[in-house]
T-cell receptor
Framework: GQNIDQPTEMTATEGAIVQINCTYQ??????LFWYQQHAGEAPTFLSY????GLEEKGRFSSFLSRSKGYSYLLLKELQMKDSASYLC????????????FGTGTRLKVLA | EAGVTQFPSHSVIEKGQTVTLRCDPI?????LYWYRRVMGKEIKFLLH????????ESGMPNNRFLAERTGGTYSTLKVQPAELEDSGVYFC????????????FGPGTRLTVT
């Protein structure tokens, strides 16, 4: 079956670092995407990992271990505007290329 | 470049009625996806078009849902007749290529069935 696990909620302080973990089980794995979604808005792309290791993009980094079915999103120098839901989305090739979403992690950044 | 647009932004209908949601993908994007999020649950895949062809409709809940993409441009998702459990946010996304490519999401249509 397909299963994605990530924490439901996290709270952190402005300026801090937070790591959002995601474990997944999917068939036909083709890489993993992270999306950010502010309340009432469209999900927006943050990162994509296809190979094991860390991908860094400004304040955001994402890590993937294919053998462990594990990824994390690292957010540095947190800002208030980072308060949002973060969606872990493995891409599967079962049927077609499509995302399998987790329930998302709601991050609250406090002043 | 205009993003993915969806219409309407919000629809409130009664059980048994019909609703049609529309999605306009980014121009030139052959791949169009429909997803749905029901209250408190994760976003779930419904189906995938490449141009006007359905590549995978394994996520469509039942035969009350009909998606079309005539001409390979915009797409519609019709729910007929609507049931209470169809309430949720319906997202459309498009991408230029399949596999390993970012999908651009629209703002979603919030459907409320009463």
């Amino acid at each position: 079956g397909q299963n994605i696990d990530q924490p439901t909620e996290m709270t952190a302080t402005e300026g801090a670092i937070v790591q959002i973990n995601c474990t997944y089980q999917t068939s036909g794995f083709n890489g993993l995407f992270w999306y950010q979604q502010h309340a009432g808005e469209a999900p927006t792309f943050l990162s994509y990992n296809v190979l094991d290791g860390l991908e860094e993009k400004g304040r955001f980094s994402s890590f993937l271990s294919r053998s462990k079915g594990y990824s994390y999103l690292l957010l540095k120098e947190l800002q208030m505007k980072d308060s949002a839901s973060y969606l872990c989305a493995p891409e599967t090739t079962s049927g077609t290329y499509k995302y399998i979403f987790g329930t998302g992690t709601r991050l609250k950044v406090l002043a | 470049e205009a993003g993915v647009t969806q219409f309407p932004s919000h629809s409130v209908i009664e059980k048994g009625q019909t609703v049609t949601l529309r999605c306009d993908p980014i121009s030139g994007h052959d791949n169009l996806y429909w997803y749905r999020r029901v209250m408190g649950k994760e976003i779930k895949f419904l189906l995938h078009f490449v141009k006007e062809s359905k590549q995978d409709e394994s996520g469509m809940p039942n035969n009350r849902f009909l998606a079309e993409r005539t001409g390979g441009t915009y797409s519609t998702l019709k729910v007929q007749p609507a049931e209470l459990e169809d309430s949720g946010v319906y997202f459309c996304a498009s991408s230029q290529d399949r596999g390993g490519h970012e999908q651009y999401f629209g703002p979603g249509t919030r459907l409320t069935v009463t």
